[in-house]
């Protein structure tokens, strides 16, 4: 049992807070929803030069080789800031894809390119037709054609579709939905003919698109892991996904609770802090809690899916449980910080946006208590 | 015990229902629950409403009311509230100024606004809130000197909502600036033209879009006659409106057609060729969401009962406004459940579910249980009046 | 819109309040917990000569020919002193179903002789087959057999079987369940052949039991409203017993309140009242906030079904309602008094014992919100 | 960061899992878990536990423990707790008082006491809350005069617990009487015979069946040397002790038994023909109650480790307690749900599902918020301590 982080992961932590509070405001944040793009190149590449991209990625593809620990103090101090653009999806959901695919010739074309900065990506998953998540419910198909698939389907809230250069998509090879079996997981190239994208608009103005796949063809190299088995392999990258998800909320969540915290303790009314007030006091405590609950939940689950444990109960309970957390922590900010932080100028409502995106994203809570249900035994 | 109406109420409501059914829009009702500033089809749909006899019923005749009971006010609240949460288009003015202008003012300010705020025609803002001044409302310091017939103001206020688009300024500030005297017994009312030389107005916008205001005062000259009632009596009328005001603005069936829309969308939308509507987790929240919409209602007829019968209201509407406000925020996070990541879209995204409004309602239900007073503060006065609890600050 | 009591029912509720706390003391009723009997038939008789079993009794039967706002104000004040007994059992399951069963024979048998005081009642519906309440999942067979029925099956937690004079079982005489069809209730003598009783023991000591019927005669006069077509009937005496019961709910909500702000007012701490505190105040407030929207909840179904008006939602609405409220209310009572009241010579467990046998008498709250769903038109 | 025993702790669980399984029953697990006082099975246990070197794994090996981690402590705890919530039988001597006499006591006191808790074979019951202290614990009013070799000691305690089974009270007891001294700045901790002469115990009988008590003291003559540490200095060691003893009571795996039970009721029970297990409600709340087991077990993990490696312990103990405690009501609350009115049976009963442990469950469950500190208290500490907010009172 050791709570401690490395020295590395200090050292880590602090480069990243350093860094982003210096390049990432919360006014460049409410700049970035509103650009069509959603983030800065020399951004990107003044992170890429930190080494970030490589974080995760093995030494052997020019990354760091650091490991899902190193990543969720990352997310953290990402979350914290509301950080912009395409890391998350090149990162958590593309990266991490590749890698999990133990596929040494697509490892070998990817994971240096995306170490460099070079290279972004994310993932097709959700549908349009399938209005609840579920990660079998996939209706795109991928038909055998020669040497070839033809992808056809629409998928939904595909995030930094406009700047990926390659789209991972979960398509079905076999089989109806909501069937587990006959999923396969295909690398498209975005430039691919046949692909459309659509901006959806939301609350965080974050990027989020639906793409269309329209016969869309990709070469059976683009297979990732196995046909019609991919299910297996989208879990494993699902699963470390959602932490990686969980730290960015766990970020975020602290520094609404520094704000409230800060804001009790200088606001005054009635001649004294309004922290020396119970009702705020108990909120605080409520926010310190919830957040303390889910940061140890956090680091179990990274520390057990490193070891190679598959933890899938812990997993499904840490998502469940920071999506509702962070909601709280939310709610319990705004309600200490008053009309001032209903202002969308004010920090705030950064992250009251961002909660309800976090918890959509990879799955909410009523659909991983599912999963801990089955896992009971249920 | 009686929950029923009477035959004249019920036949005003029905002739409301018709009226509203061809007048109200969407857009209109959105214009004042949004504060998006009340534009032309606002006011002109304000000026129907009066027309058609529809405001004023319990104002007293000689102003251009028809002396009935409130429960004439509270159907017309119902029924604007069931069709998209709308209110009263120029609400500030009905339900909050004008009633205090009826008690307080003199005769010359009831000729003077009554009758147009019963025609529909003005609106005014509330001018209370102060950056040091939120909760504490009686510490405000924005500074009314009387100066012949005139008060010289000066100072700031904020979070005044209606300003943009007023024609007054309902404005408190302090009149007795000696040392030592009770914080609460120095403030007065005053009725300000908001084109008085030396107003300047900054907007504010919020998280949900709406506008709010900053609003300087410098050196603005208030004619004496324009003040409310007596000197330094100012916060006492404030309060001893405040049930009624809250009355008026938390009204239940506000979230009537929110419930509604999403009983609907659990029934027209399918996952795996099942409707929602079908889970037991669905039919369970959406349960609880109008067995609270059922709480809500009687909370507020019992505290509209005792208004419309000349009762004090102590803690009961306040009862009503926690209620109702965080019943708001429950009802959003159902939908939420309900609508998944759908819901995360904004009405002019594509695939957009229920106009976007659940997002909408999501990003401002976080005002609920802060504006016109926190919960924090209205549960305490719930402690001490409705139970006679020692003060806790 | 009028929320006052007639004089005739303030002084109604003077009367019992007075009478009631003249007679039913705390240690009364711990002292009834253990009784066997659970009640006293002198206070009984007590209560009988005050008019109470005749209250909602027509006149032309020997009552007082009250409504059921009446009885509300009167199991109000009963549920404010956990009164022991079988008066709830007799009048909201007993008399109001020969009152809505319309049978003029039946009711001239029955309802003079409960007004005097003479007659005991109890409904025996739910089962031990089904696990859940569901008012329709009745497997107790009732088969004809020329001019009389045979009834086989076991009831579960039947109230005050051990007193009762009559029974009234619904019994199954078509179809299987859940079905709604195939219903129909008959009045059983407690003395037939072939019943038998167990006491069941509940954590709030009252008398509840299983009743196995094992070809138990009844004539076929003992049918109380239509055959096969019983759920129409019990649906009527549901909902006005439902009410009843909330009302008494609603008797100890206030109880505790005034106990818990009682308490807060008196006990110091720290050199102050603890209702100083706002976490205190707060607990108060949510009480409070939770028992006046029961009271107006509760008046207003009242009202509504002795309009005549069905009332099916917001009966199921004030079930769930009420139930989840005096749950909370005795949790924080608790909370409020601290150690002292979890001592069970003090008044505070008699209500959070009741409130959780309350919460499952004729249907928790997951059942009514199945109505309440079904009502939304879901 | 590392959520792993190391293989010596595995070892040690496999080991103590063995022994549990064949010694440990429920009956005895209860006897403490429901404070109906230790008999004696729950003595022999006590016994056998020490004997087969499962106690002091962690305390000196000069008084007869082990010198190893505070980690064989927790598992110990876990393991015992996963067996119908179990408790270490002698618990307030094990877990409290003999942690405060290692640190506080002198040579001779250590000497005396610390091998006989190892032993499993005394016992020591908390005298410290009073008829007028309880949260305000520091104003405690019961008085210990000195007189030569001896406190006099007169006053009275309440809810005092093992008192009707315990050898020893571990008492708390004004040692300043002079006026204007703080209140948390005159009291001394003893250890006092329970058979001194002068001491009174009087039954009280809590709602879910346990016995606490009164206690009298009339003149009751304890030895200097019984005196724990400084005098005047108790409250301090009171509250220098807390967090730890926090980290020993407040258990989260002696709420698993709970819920498995449940989940096994669940896929054991039938309505109409099919399995409660299947009900979305039913598994959406069992699977809320495992979550919440993982987040109390992660928070303990975090105290547990601070304490185990010697770091200063402030809120964190807090937060296991307030989260756990009231886990155990949300838990009860799901529980009551699942099983409705058969939850009401007692087990006694017939009928009775889950050997009535349910209903004893909710019965207990109202002392949990309360017991060794309110929520509210509590929340205080944690914003204060924790975050740094000012004093509220």
């Known amino acids: 049992m050791d709570f401690h982080f490395t020295e590395e992961q200090r050292i880590l932590r602090k480069t990243a807070r350093d860094f982003l509070e210096a390049n990432c405001s919360a006014s460049f944040v409410l700049e970035m929803e509103k650009d069509e793009k959603g983030y800065k190149e020399d951004l990107w590449l003044k992170m890429s030069e930190l080494g970030w991209m490589g974080l995760i990625i093995p030494e052997e593809y020019d990354g760091v080789g650091g490991n899902l620990l190193d990543l969720v103090v990352m997310f953290e101090e990402m979350g914290r800031v509301c950080l912009p653009g395409p890391f998350f999806s090149t990162i958590a959901l593309g990266a991490l894809s590749i890698m999990e695919s133990a596929d040494d010739g697509l490892k070998s074309e990817f994971l240096p390119a995306i170490s460099r900065g070079e290279l972004k990506l994310t993932m097709a998953h959700e549908e349009p037709d399938f209005t609840r998540y579920d990660p079998y419910s996939v209706g795109l198909k991928a038909i055998k054609k020669g040497d070839a698939f033809l992808l056809s389907g629409t998928k939904m809230f595909v995030p930094d579709a406009h700047v990926a250069d390659s789209i991972i998509c979960v398509a079905r090879t076999d089989g109806q939905p909501p069937a587990r079996y006959g999923l396969s997981l295909f690398i498209v190239d975005a430039g691919s003919k046949g692909l459309n994208l659509r901006p959806l608009k939301t609350m965080a103005g974050d990027k989020q698109f639906e793409v269309s796949f329209n016969d869309v063809r990709v070469s059976k190299g683009a297979l990732l892991g196995r046909l019609d088995r991919g ?7 699902l699963r470390k996904a959602v932490v990686c998800k969980c730290a960015e909320m766990l970020g975020g969540a602290q520094k609404v609770l520094e704000m409230a915290s800060g804001y009790a303790k200088e606001r005054e009314q009635f001649g004294k802090p309004i922290g020396s007030f119970q009702a705020v006091q108990h909120h605080c405590a409520n926010m310190l809690i919830d957040i303390e609950g889910s940061r140890y939940l956090i680091y179990k689950v990274a520390w057990l899916l490193s070891q190679g444990i598959p ?11 920071v999506s509702e957390a962070f909601k709280k922590v939310v709610s319990l900010g705004h309600q200490v910080q008053g009309a001032t932080a209903y202002m969308i ?20 809570g009523r659909y991983h208590r599912t999963v801990v249900a089955s896992q009971l035994g249920l | 015990m009686d929950f029923g109406y009477s035959r004249e109420e019920e036949e005003y409501r029905e002739r409301l229902c018709r009226f509203l059914d061809e007048n109200l829009t969407e857009e209109i009702a959105r214009q004042n629950w949004e504060d998006r500033g009340v534009g032309s089809e606002g006011r002109e749909f304000s000026r129907k409403l009066a027309a058609y006899g529809f405001l004023g019923m319990s104002w007293p005749k000689e102003y251009g009311g028809k002396g009935l009971s409130p429960t004439y006010e509270f159907i017309l609240l119902d029924e604007l509230g069931k069709r998209w949460g709308c209110h009263v288009p120029l609400d500030v003015g ?22 147009r705020i019963i025609e529909g025609e003005i609106e005014f803002c509330l001018g209370y809130t102060e950056p040091n001044s939120g909760s504490d409302l009686a510490s405000m310091q924005m500074k009314a000197v009387e100066e012949g017939d005139y008060f010289i103001v000066n100072g700031q206020k904020t979070f005044n909502t209606e300003c943009h688009y007023s024609e007054y300024h309902w404005l408190a500030a302090r009149t007795d600036q000696s040392r030592g005297a009770p914080k609460y017994k120095g403030i007065s009312l005053f009725i300000v033209d908001m084109d008085s030389p030396g107003i300047t107005i900054r907007p504010l916008w919020t998280m949900s879009g709406e506008r709010t205001n900053e609003v300087y005062y410098d050196n603005v000259k208030v004619p004496r006659h324009r003040m409310v009632g007596e000197k330094n009596m100012g916060f006492y009328y404030m309060m001893e409106a405040i049930g009624s005001e809250r009355n008026q603005v938390f009204i239940p069936m506000r979230l009537y057609s929110l419930l509604q829309e999403l009983v609907q969308y659990a029934r027209d939308t399918h996952h795996n060729g099942r409707p929602l509507a079908e889970d037991p987790l669905v039919r369970d929240r959406l349960a609880q969401a109008a067995i609270e919409l059922e709480v809500a209602r009687v909370l507020a007829d019992h505290s509209r009962w005792l208004e419309s019968n000349h009762m004090p209201l102590s803690y009961e509407p306040e009862i009503t406004k926690i ?11 159902t939908g939420m459940q309900l609508l998944g990541a759908f819901g995360l879209l904004m ?38 009046r409705g139970l006679g609890l020692p003060r806790s600050y």
């Open chain 1, 231 to 237: 299910s297996d392999l989208l879990d494993s990258i």
């Open chain 1, 311 to 321: 933890a899938v109960m812990e997993t499904a309970a840490c998502k469940s449980w």
């Open chain 1, 345 to 364: 100028e004010h920090d705030m409502p950064l992250y009251s946006r961002r909660a309800r995106i976090a918890e959509m994203s990879l799955g909410d």
């Open chain 2, 94 to 115: 009905y339900t909050m100024v004008g009633p205090t202008i009826l008690r307080r003012g003199s005769e010359a300010l009831k000729s003077e606004f009554l009758p």
């Open chain 2, 323 to 333: 209620f109702t406000s965080e019943m708001e925020q429950r009802l959003v996070d």
């Open chain 2, 347 to 384: 009405e002019d995204s594509p695939r957009v579910p229920m106009r976007g409004r659940l997002a909408w309602y999501y990003l401002h239900s976080f005002m609920t249980t802060i504006g016109a007073g926190t919960s924090e503060i209205g549960r305490s006065v719930i402690a001490q």
